[in-house]
T-cell receptor, first 114, second 118 residues
Framework: AQTVTQSQPEMSVQEAETVTLSCTYD???????LFWYKQPPSRQMILVIR??????QNATENRFSVNFQKAAKSFSLKISDSQLGDTAMYFC???????????FGQGTRLTINP | GAGVSQSPSNKVTEKGKDVELRCDPI?????LYWYRQSLGQGLEFLIY????????KSGLPSDRFSAERTGGSVSTLTIQRTQQEDSAVYLC????????????????FGPGTRLTVL
């Protein structure tokens, strides 16, 4: 069975700082996708970034980037120049290609302080 | 365009009653998913629909849970004889199925329905 582990239940940084959220996963599959979702208090799960396992290049979306280490099964999210609106729960998720279902980590509650 | 919508936003019910939760996927998305988010279990997959194929029900926790998808669009998740442990946020997501029938595309989520069973 696939598992996703987020070892940081909570994190807190000052506005404009850079923060890195950790995620590790366990699978014997070689073709899969990794995602970071953000869930603000409104409950809406919002996609932050996705990475295909076959791509060596790390995905980047504006202030958000990932450090994908396939051999180590690690998928961390870096948020640069953090903003108050980044305050939310962040979930790391994994999906085997063709399996249709997402497996989520337990989440990291991130607070950006003014 | 419109995103995934879910209704009701909040539902409070008494133990033993049946409830129905509704999901409207993004127009054109043929794949639809239900997940449950609870304090003790985190986010769990419940069921997946793709077109006219038989749904993947492998995540449903008991036979009190069922779901249907009419006309390949709107889906209803039904929980019969609700129990207090059913209290959770129920999230619906949809995605665009790419060639070969595999949903390799991103899942887009609705705002969820918070169910409270008293």
């Amino acid at each position: 069975a696939q598992t996703v582990t987020q070892s940081q239940p909570e994190m807190s940084v000052q506005e404009a700082e850079t923060v890195t959220l950790s995620c590790t996963y366990d699978t014997s599959e070689s073709n899969y996708y990794l995602f970071w979702y953000k869930q603000p208090p409104s409950r809406q799960m919002i996609l932050v970034i996705r990475q295909e396992a076959y791509k060596q290049q790390n995905a980047t979306e504006n202030r958000f980037s990932v450090n994908f280490q396939k051999a180590a099964k690690s998928f961390s999210l870096k948020i640069s120049d953090s903003q108050l609106g980044d305050t939310a729960m962040y979930f790391c998720a994994f999906m085997i290609q063709g399996a249709q279902k997402l497996v989520f980590g337990q989440g990291t509650r991130l607070t950006i302080n003014p | 365009g419109a995103g995934v919508s879910q209704s009701p936003s909040n539902k409070v019910t008494e133990k033993g009653k049946d409830v129905e939760l509704r999901c409207d996927p993004i127009s054109g998305h043929t794949a639809l998913y239900w997940y449950r988010q609870s304090l003790g279990q985190g986010l769990e997959f419940l069921i997946y629909f793709q077109g006219n194929s038989a749904p993947d029900k492998s995540g449903l926790p008991s036979d009190r849970f069922s779901a249907e998808r009419t006309g390949g669009s709107v889906s209803t998740l039904t929980i019969q004889r609700t129990q207090q442990e059913d209290s959770a946020v129920y999230l619906c997501a949809s995605s665009l199925v790419t060639s070969g029938g595999a949903s390799t595309d991103t899942q887009y989520f609705g705002p969820g329905t918070r169910l409270t069973v008293l």
